[in-house]
Antibody
Framework: QVQLQESGPGLVKPSETLSLTCTVS????????GNWIRQPPGKGLEWIGY???????NYNPSLKSRVAISADTSRDQFSLKLSSVTAADTAVYYC???????????WGQGLLVTVSS | QAVLTQPSSLSASLGASASLTCTLR?????????IYWYQQKPGSPPQYLLR?????????GSGVPSRFSGSKDASANAGILLISGLQSEDEADYYC?????????FGGGSKLTVL
């Protein structure tokens, strides 16, 4: 099973763009789906979107206007950009991957991102 | 009304069974959905347990003990995660999930306490 690790700034200012990277080790992202899921402190899970390694994407309609997910097969990375952030976007952000579109087999440990000035 | 509703908490005794429900909103028929279940322990990411649609369409997660099983209650329009032979390590948050209207939707989660 592959290992996933999220990276990026832990603090983002309101109205700016949150940018995170998920690096996959122990395997290639080729053939895999990469998902981003977030969890506000003390609350439940919210799916943000997924990308297939080839580039096709699907986003949560509630976030679609602000989200962009990309994949870099040369670096075995998935990336997330969330624009115009507010305090409501403060959460632990997880990446999760699977060979099939409905599989979240492997997860990163998560990264807490706080939106604050 | 939320798409998926889970009781916020429940408790059960060590060695007993626990039945966690995931109720679909009225108008969304549980029969047509695969329901996915995840377990999350404090400070850790969720872990996939299983998915269940029917007796012939189900999947256990890799390494997940058989004492975790899925089912449905059509009369309640709900998916069920049954955990038998409860162990202390089963104390965790449990989330259900479905693919609905082009998005993955999670339930609010249930916190299971093992007494």
């Amino acid at each position: 099973q592959v290992q996933l690790q999220e990276s990026g700034p832990g603090l983002v200012k309101p109205s700016e763009t949150l940018s995170l990277t998920c690096t996959v080790s122990g395997g290639s992202i080729i053939g895999y789906y990469g998902n981003w899921i977030r969890q506000p402190p003390g609350k439940g899970l919210e799916w943000i979107g997924y990308i297939y390694y080839s580039g096709s994407t699907n986003y949560n309609p509630s976030l679609k206007s602000r989200v962009a997910i990309s994949a870099d097969t040369s670096r075995d990375q998935f990336s997330l950009k969330l624009s115009s952030v507010t305090a409501a976007d403060t959460a632990v952000y997880y990446c999760a991957s699977g060979y099939n579109w409905d599989e979240f087999d492997s997860w990163g440990q998560g990264l807490l991102v706080t939106v604050s000035s | 009304q939320a798409v998926l509703t889970q009781p916020s908490s429940l408790s059960a005794s060590l060695g007993a069974s626990a039945s966690l429900t995931c109720t679909l909103r009225s108008g969304i028929n549980v029969d047509t959905y695969r329901i996915y279940w995840y377990q999350q322990k404090p400070g850790s990411p969720p872990q996939y347990l299983l998915r269940y649609r029917s007796g012939s369409d189900k999947q256990q997660g890799s390494g997940v003990p058989s004492r975790f099983s899925g089912s449905k209650d059509a009369s309640a329009n709900a998916g069920i995660l049954l955990i038998s032979g409860l162990q202390s390590e089963d104390e965790a948050d449990y989330y259900c999930m479905i693919w609905h209207s082009g998005a993955w939707v999670f339930g609010g989660g249930s916190k299971l306490t093992v007494l």
